[in-house]
């Protein structure tokens, strides 16, 4: 497996299960009642069944108030739910878990810390869900401690009544049990909804990676076409440009010297051969990794093939090459070509010279003619010709020659050396 499938389908598993815990969590966060009001219903109903399961008498505003407390506790907290769900703003949970203890208070004052000290116990919940487990922790212990304070002055006979410190310790592991109970719930609710957030950033994390191969494989595959089209045009834009002069040639002396003439169509077919043979190799570099790139021996072979043009040209190599890339090098031989070709073409030059110097600090090459001076604009071979030193911190300047000529000059420096 490479390693854009392995990212892939390591990217779709985690997308699936971003997606089942989005689908899950949702589902959570829309649930019928938040935990909290669940607690009260539930504390509610108890404190209901005890209420009924009293002797009959005369209806005391305790017994009222110990049914309707719970009503109006679970009417406040399913009014919060509904527009905040267990998330409501800081103020206002705070008001409202002070406003549920008030009323749980005055209810436990008229019954006597009976029946209705168990209405404490939907405290915890909405504490621990609105206001944080620090202030959830703090109001349970508060609650305790008013229960704790509160009941040898309801119950006096506690001390010797076991029935009664039985009920002491029921009510505070319950308060125990319920705001552990809190804590539990919230921090499993935490945990989900981290890794919820945590999944859906590597989903949209991984869906950028793919987006970032795709980009990079289209920079890449217009880098390959371009790197193809800068061989193309330097390698047989420079032989077919020699050819035609060696026709051309050939054409105006095919009458008067048939010997010339037929010499200049073999130069062509030459270079005709060897055009094709670039042209191969280029093909062959697409399929296989390339040779080892000579610079001087090449300059020295395209100086020879234009030694048949009316041209007085020289060459001049010095330094070590082995200090530099096979793309630095390439990219020097390039703008060489590209100079010669723009002299053969433009500059009706009779002489031009080829210096290179090979540093162990810059690599750098002068082609200086004495034609009609720089064009006027850059062609696709400049374009090219800069494109590739680009790609090596390399620095074309074109000026006009001492005597009105042409001199291009190139620099590379050989920081970048061994990087390609």
């Not at 506690?158 to 002491?168: A, E, G, I, K, N």
Request: glycine share 8%; net charge positive; aromatic share 4%.
């Amino acid at each position: 497996m490479t390693a854009s499938a392995a990212v892939c389908s390591t990217g779709e598993v985690l997308s699936q299960a971003a997606n089942g815990l989005s689908a899950g969590g949702q589902s959570t966060h829309r649930q019928l009642l938040p935990a909290s009001t669940w607690m009260t219903v539930l504390v509610g109903v108890g404190c209901l069944l005890m209420a009924t399961s009293r002797s009959l008498g005369p209806l005391t505003w305790a017994t009222v108030l110990l049914v309707v407390t719970p009503v109006g506790l679970l009417i406040m907290q399913l009014l919060i739910g509904r527009r905040y769900g267990d998330r409501p703003p800081l103020a206002l949970a705070a008001g409202a878990v002070v406003g549920q203890l008030g009323m749980i208070e005055v209810v436990s004052q008229l019954d006597g810390l009976s029946i209705a000290s168990m209405l404490y116990l939907a405290l915890p919940f909405p504490a621990v869900f609105w206001l944080g487990s620090r202030a959830g922790l703090a109001v349970s212990a508060v609650v305790l401690t008013l229960f704790t304070v509160r009941f040898p002055a309801a119950k006096p006979q506690w001390r010797t009544d076991p029935d009664m410190l039985h009920s002491y310790l029921l009510f505070a592991i319950a308060v125990v049990l319920v705001t552990a109970t809190a804590l539990l719930v919230r921090r499993e609710r935490t945990s989900r909804e981290r890794a919820e957030r945590l999944l859906r950033d590597l989903g949209a994390s991984h869906r950028q990676l793919v987006e970032s191969q795709g980009r990079v494989a289209e920079l890449a595959t217009i880098e390959e076409r371009n790197r193809l089209a800068r061989d193309i045009h330097d390698s047989l834009g420079h032989h077919l440009t020699v050819i035609s002069v060696q026709l051309e040639k050939a054409q105006l002396l095919v009458a008067e010297d048939p010997v010339a003439a037929s010499a200049a169509v073999a130069n062509a077919k030459r270079l005709a051969d060897q055009a094709l043979s670039d042209v191969r190799h280029s093909v062959g570099a697409l399929r296989k990794d390339e040779a080892p790139f000579l610079l001087e021996p090449t300059l020295r072979g395209m100086v020879a093939d234009l030694r048949v043009l009316p041209l007085n040209l020289s060459l001049r190599v010095t330094g070590d090459e082995q200090h530099y890339s096979r793309q630095q090098l390439l990219a020097l031989y390039r703008a060489v070509q590209e100079g010669l070709t723009n002299v053969q073409r433009h500059a009706r030059a009779s002489q031009a010279r080829v210096v290179v110097e090979l540093t162990e600090e810059a690599a750098s090459v002068t082609v200086e003619d004495d034609g009609v001076g720089p064009p006027a604009g850059p062609g696709v071979g400049l374009r090219g010709v800069r494109e590739r030193l680009e790609l090596v911190s390399g620095r074309l300047v074109l000026t006009t020659a001492p005597g009105g000529g042409t001199r291009m000059s190139v620099t590379i420096p050989r920081t970048q050396a061994r990087k390609a």
